[in-house]
């Protein structure tokens, strides 16, 4: 169904990114500054959104390869207070691509909307002579407006994905994202949202759980296995404090004779261990006498969600 005469306010809420940077040749789309421009200028800079009731609000300016928990819990409060907003119907976020997985999965862990927030973002600056974050926020801001659309989305490229299983799985084309297991939510086509898959749905933890200070949340790393790899890093991050380790095994979570070793160490010692895939899609299974698996959450996910339950403790 067009969106002919949208009705309800969308909020547009800017954090930086690619889609906001500048380079000094207009063919760079490399040697650019990440997160040089407002919100408000990138939405002037699309006319076809006069269309819409909106407002824009600027939360961060940051490259998103700089994103912390400060910010993760500075937005999900912001989120939450235009949620609760009447007027409002659904939010668009502006990102950059490196870290815009996690804070998805992260917003639909502690959120789950029953209205749309919309995540966009471009693979290409503002200034380049082919930028691509102009028609991904006009995209985004079509499926916010979207009546029946609901949950943590991510819009790129034409493509709705859900926030629990995209992933950016290719480094510099414009379509860099990806559903793992084909777990696409819906596709926008010339200003129709063709919806091919079901909205997200999650029960949500709530504000509560992210509610002390950032600097004082658990500390949860990522370990790798890899040919030779040792259970070396994972002592020293114990002996250094960390609260949680998430192991990106090789296939189905496989470990290193030494790295679960390592891990079982820790374990025993009080921290939270689990197993996921460095693989780009599939899960790992739990199997007897295994560590905990991590499910189909790809390491940087489940990183998220064993963050997530430590604050819970």
């Known amino acids: 169904m067009k969106l002919q005469t949208p009705s309800g306010r969308i909020v547009v809420l800017g954090t930086g990114g690619t889609i906001a940077g500048t380079a000094a040749d207009a063919h760079d789309a490399v040697g650019y500054v990440a997160a040089q421009l407002g919100v408000e200028q990138l939405v002037s800079a699309v006319p076809a959104l006069a269309a819409f009731e909106l407002e824009a609000r600027q939360i961060a300016q940051l490259d998103s390869k700089d994103m912390d928990h400060a910010t993760w819990q500075r937005l999900a409060l912001a989120v939450d207070e235009q949620l609760r907003r009447p007027e409002v119907s659904g939010l668009v976020v502006t990102h950059g691509t490196d870290t815009l997985e ?24 503002a200034s380049a002579v ?3 974050g102009p028609l991904n926020l006009h995209d985004a801001v079509h499926v916010a407006a979207t009546p029946e659309a609901r949950g943590v989305l991510v819009v790129l490229g034409g493509r709705v994905h859900d926030a629990t299983q995209v ?63 040792s259970g070396r890093l994972v002592r020293l991050l114990q002996a250094d404090g960390v609260a949680g380790l998430v192991a990106a095994g090789t296939g189905n979570g496989t470990l290193s004779q030494d790295l679960e070793a390592a891990l079982r160490e820790a374990q025993a010692a009080g921290v939270a261990v689990w197993r996921s895939t460095r693989c780009d899609a599939g899960p790992v299974f739990d199997l007897p006498g295994t560590l905990p698996a991590a499910g189909a959450l790809s390491p940087v996910k489940a990183r998220i969600a064993l963050l997530l339950e430590l604050l819970g403790r």
């Open 102 to 125: 996690e804070t998805a999965y992260f917003l639909h862990r502690v959120l789950a909307p029953a209205k749309p927030v919309v995540l966009t973002a471009a693979m290409r600056p």
């Open 130 to 132: 082919s930028a691509d």
């Open 167 to 229: 992933r950016k799985a290719h480094s510099y084309r414009v379509d860099a994202f990806e559903s793992a297991d084909g777990a696409l939510v819906a596709r926008v086509e010339e200003g129709r949202v063709r919806r091919v898959g079901a909205w997200p749905e999650a029960e949500a933890l709530g504000l509560a759980r992210i509610q002390r200070p950032a600097a004082q949340w658990p500390r949860v790393e990522i370990v790798l296995n890899h040919a030779g790899a």
